[in-house]
């Protein structure tokens, strides 16, 4: 018995339109559109955002501080200041500007070298107790001596999802996760708003919490202010991580799909000539 012709040709467009439905939605991607920061904001204009005080600072290995020892007789005092340096960049060539004082980088052992007093460990030290530290020790030779220590610089890293990510010199105590990721210029389109993750080392430990830059709770977590040598990462979303596996399982989605295609097409031709005949 010969099919009829028509039902032969609805059953070929039948079969190309399956074939088209599966090739649509095995190639298409969850949409993830979550790009919004800081989404339960009230719906007022203003208001008060919860908050938390920046720990105290504590040095670590390779951070860049500066100390300036003065007293009622400056000369007396003199001779414990580094001499002037020139006012490069540390890690930059060295160009002619305006002295200042000579910083102090603390090395491996978590020790600075400065003139007289000899090597002083401050690693784990917060600013306050080496300027106390570094008074005792003046003191014993000069009367009522003033010290003030200041962190010049520390670094932190940023990496993941971010425009541009790097290594970050910082040049002031206070600097937020949001401070680090605007200096690499804001997230893509693909990292993952409640996947920022800040990795600490303290010294004696490693620690990491996630951040999540859509709630407002972000600025009462003990993680939004960085600290020396934190790791910034941004996660990839959904979208970002079906688009690598594209290239690795979906290329071989698509060649059995083609390969399909082409049998279907084969046959309904077939089928068509047939029942023309």
């Given at each position: 018995m010969v099919p009829n012709r028509s039902n032969v040709v609805r059953l070929a467009s039948w079969l190309m339109a399956v074939v088209l439905v599966m090739v649509v939605m095995s190639c298409s991607t969850t949409k993830d559109n979550n790009l919004a920061y800081f989404k339960n904001l009230p719906d007022a204009v203003t208001g008060q955002l919860p908050a938390t005080t920046p720990a105290q600072v504590r040095l670590q290995v390779d951070d860049e501080i500066a100390?300036?020892?003065?007293?009622?007789?400056?000369?007396?005092?003199?001779?414990?200041?580094?001499p002037l340096a020139n006012s490069s960049v540390r890690g930059d060539v060295a160009v002619q500007g305006n002295p200042k004082l000579q910083s102090h980088i603390v090395d491996r052992d978590g020790n600075i070298e400065m003139p007289v007093l000899g090597k002083i460990n401050v690693q784990g030290k917060t600013i306050t107790e080496v300027e106390q530290m570094i008074h005792d020790r003046v003191a014993a030779t000069v009367r009522d001596p003033y010290v003030n220590v200041q962190l010049l610089s520390f670094y932190v890293n940023v990496m993941g999802e971010v425009k541009e990510p790097q290594r970050i010199r910082v040049?002031?105590?206070?600097?937020?996760?949001?401070?680090?990721?605007?200096?690499?210029?804001?997230?893509?389109?693909?990292?993952?708003?409640?996947?920022?993750?800040?990795?600490?080392?303290d010294g004696t430990q490693t620690t990491y919490h996630q951040l999540n830059l859509a709630d407002t709770q972000l600025f009462s977590s003990p993680y939004f202010y960085l600290q020396q040598n934190d790791v910034v990462y941004v996660a990839p979303n959904r979208i970002r991580i079906d688009n690598s596996k594209y290239n690795q399982h979906n290329a071989f989605k698509l060649s059995v799909i083609s390969t399909v295609v082409s049998a279907v097409s084969v046959i309904a031709s077939l089928v068509i000539a047939l029942a023309v005949k």
């Open positions: 100390v300036t020892i003065s007293s009622s007789a400056p000369e007396a005092t003199a001779i414990f200041n580094a040049d002031k105590q206070q600097f937020s996760v949001l401070d680090a990721l605007a200096s690499c210029g804001d997230l893509t389109e693909y990292g993952q708003r409640d996947g920022v993750v800040v990795i600490r080392n």
